[in-house]
């Protein structure tokens, strides 16, 4: 049994999805109110039959392992993690050996929040300063706010005190805590690393605020310069660089940056209920949103948001408010942000502030005023839009290219047909251009390749299709449905060719190579999510004594609609060939009329 079979074998959906949610029978099969979606009604049903999961509101399903992913905002790779500790199955590709100094390595992060924590209490003026700044006490311990002593303490206080538990200079090094300076000459090289005396804290005179993984391990810090006065602490002298304002943990083992935000651990449930995430640039920024009762709130910091994150957020909510700085929007990272966040499909939303105010300045004026600017977001396209029009002369040629400019990329960025086509209009109807040539200049924009090629139909969090729902369509949805969850005999009537769409046309292929074989075998992830929906929709509507009935009835009218489209197809070809004159065509084109009319006859009156 591989790791996954195991897990599966010991926990069921039903025992995962409980833990999290309160289930009420339905049949043979329990519902739920949807944990991804806003809803009143149970419209998530699971059934303990087939250990398989599905909502109907948000078109989200699957096994164990795709729950947790969703519900805890994680990659497969830690929804196995937690799974396989919850059901005490241990996972034999992991290196103990590795496993030892991860875990030595967290312990090691632990410590060091601890330490910080402590020594905050030792400094009175630095607690009494982020007291200032708007902090209150539960916010401190709530994000475990910590000072590094100053270097008039000794550059290596944390350094030794660490060494004194047990770690080595080694780790302290991975854990990216300790710096080691660079010997002066080669042969010093060997002695180096064996003595203390060369290393030395990175974090010094800092408060600290530890970053903590989706879990709340800490894995990290950033650490903002602390200074009396409130400005940079520098010691008088010009000519000496200034410390700089933040410094941050380096990439590690633990801290792999493109994958943490700060907060997200905090921010989770809120996300998911408000269906909205709200990024901000500072840590700072972050905590006095949640102290404001915004708890939806993650940061960033200095960089632009990438492609994991993005997909970390997308998982637990539609919406992405941003209240980075929109002035310097046009080449910097936070429009690269956005327009990633446009492509991953979110629902993109700028957060307005008084102009040289961040949320923590806000929020520590009036907790209100930043409640406000963050429900008052406006629509990102529609901001910049705006704003291109009071930069631009909508009347000139020159205006026209302006405005455009601003704004093509982002409409050209939109997953959704229906919103560009409302963009195209309102940009056409303001610059007094036809829609088609909008059409024609937005086709040209070149969209680069996101950054880890994972294209919308890749990424986990890609709603099905909405796929045309023809008569057709749901007639053959019903055949599947019925197919799989009762596991009809094959009848001679059907083909794979009967099906319009590739997904509906492998599912039917899969089950004609043979009847016995189940959704759980499929390969394609995508084709077993479908099936899963069909046959919960089959449950639901056809019950078991009624379904041979049905499934008569259904492949009976999907042959007429079939043989009805054709007639209407000939029919215009027909059309097309009198137009030209081409009468010997016209004659053949009737006679198979004819035929399909007849065939039509005895589908309907047989
Ligand atoms: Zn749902």
Same mark, same amino acid.
């Given at each position: %049994? ?23 029978? #339905? ?39 795709q729950f947790v992913m969703e519900i805890e905002g994680v990659e497969f790779r830690e929804a196995l993690r937690i799974l =396989? ?23 090691? %992060? ?24 708007? *902090? ?41 805590? =300790? ?6 000459? +080669? ?39 602390? +200074? ?59 905590? %006095? #949103? ?64 008084? +102009? ?16 406000? #600017? =963050? ?24 205006g026209k290219r302006g405005i455009t400019q601003s704004v093509f990329p982002l409409i050209a960025r939109l997953s959704r ?28 924009? !070149? ?20 796929? !045309? ?12 449905? *019925? ?26 292929? =899969?089950?004609? +190579? ?93």
């Amino acid at each position: %049994m591989t790791p996954v079979e195991e897990i599966k074998s010991r926990l069921s959906v039903v025992d995962v999805i409980s833990t999290y949610l309160k289930l009420i029978r #339905a049949g043979s099969n329990f519902k739920a109110v949807c944990p991804f979606h806003s809803e009143k009604t149970p419209s998530f049903f699971i059934s303990p039959a087939r250990d398989v999961w599905h909502c109907f509101g948000c078109q989200k399903g699957g096994d164990q392992f795709q729950f947790v992913m969703e519900i805890e905002g994680v990659e497969f790779r830690e929804a196995l993690r937690i799974l =396989a500790q919850r059901a005490g199955v241990e996972l034999r590709h992991e290196n103990p050996e590795v496993r030892n100094e991860h875990d030595r390595l967290l312990g090691l %992060m632990e410590l060091a929040v601890r330490f910080y924590e402590a020594s905050l209490k030792r400094f009175p003026a630095v607690e009494a300063y982020i007291k200032r700044r708007g *902090l209150v006490s539960e916010t401190i311990e709530k994000f475990r706010i910590g000072y590094a002593p100053p270097e008039s303490a000794g550059w290596r206080v944390f350094t030794e005190h660490v060494l004194k538990k047990g770690y080595t200079l080694t780790e302290l090094e991975k854990s990216g805590l =300790a710096i080691r300076k660079q010997p002066e000459s +080669s042969t010093e090289t060997t002695h180096y690393s064996l003595l203390t005396t060369h290393y030395y804290d990175r974090f010094r005179n800092r408060v600290m605020f530890p970053v903590a993984d989706h879990t709340g391990r800490v894995v990290g810090f950033g650490g903002r310069i602390f +200074s009396a006065e409130g400005g940079p602490a520098s010691g008088g002298d010009a000519s000496i660089q200034a410390p700089a304002k933040y410094i941050n943990s380096p990439q590690t083992a633990l801290y792999d940056k493109s994958r943490i935000l700060y907060g997200f651990e905090k921010a989770k449930v809120a996300m998911r209920k408000e269906n909205t995430c709200i990024v901000v640039e500072g840590y700072m920024d972050a905590v %006095m #949103a949640h102290q404001a009762g915004t708890e939806n709130v993650v940061a960033v910091s200095g960089t632009a948001l990438t492609h994991p994150q993005l997909t970390m957020l997308r998982r637990l909510c539609d919406r992405l408010a941003t209240s980075f700085d929109m002035d310097e929007a046009g080449e910097s990272a936070t429009r690269r942000s956005i327009d990633l966040a446009l492509e991953i499909g979110f629902d993109v939303k700028a957060i307005t502030l008084p +102009s040289g105010k961040d949320p923590a300045d806000l929020v520590c004026e009036d907790p209100v005023k930043w409640r406000e #600017a =963050a429900a008052g977001a406006t629509d990102v396209i529609s901001y910049f839009f705006d704003k291109a029009h009071k930069r631009f002369d909508a009347r000139t040629l020159e205006g026209k290219r302006g405005i455009t400019q601003s704004v093509f990329p982002l409409i050209a960025r939109l997953s959704r047909q229906v919103e560009k086509a409302h963009w195209v209009g309102r940009v056409a109807s303001r610059l007094g251009i036809r829609e088609e040539a909008v059409w024609d200049d937005l086709k040209k924009q !070149q969209l680069p390749v996101s950054q880890s090629g994972a294209g919308r139909q890749n990424s986990p969090m890609a709603r099905p299709q909405e796929e !045309q729902r023809t008569r057709a369509h749901v007639l053959e949805e019903r055949i599947l449905g *019925l197919l799989y969850a009762y596991r009809l005999p094959l009848s001679a009537e059907l083909s794979e060719n009967l099906f319009t769409s590739d997904a509906h046309r492998l599912l039917y292929a =899969a089950y004609a +190579s043979d009847t016995k074989s189940f959704i759980a075998s499929l390969a394609d992830e995508r084709l077993r999510l479908i099936a899963n929906r069909l046959v919960f929709e089959v449950e639901m509507v056809v019950p078991p004594d009624g379904a041979r009935a049905e499934y008569v009835s259904c492949i009976g009218e999907l042959e007429r609609e079939h043989v009805k489209h054709d007639l209407e197809r000939i029919t215009e070809d027909i059309r097309k060939a009198e137009e030209v004159g081409n009468e010997q065509l016209v004659s053949m084109l009737a006679d198979e009329f004819r035929n399909l009319s007849q065939k039509l006859n005895k589908v309907l009156y047989p």
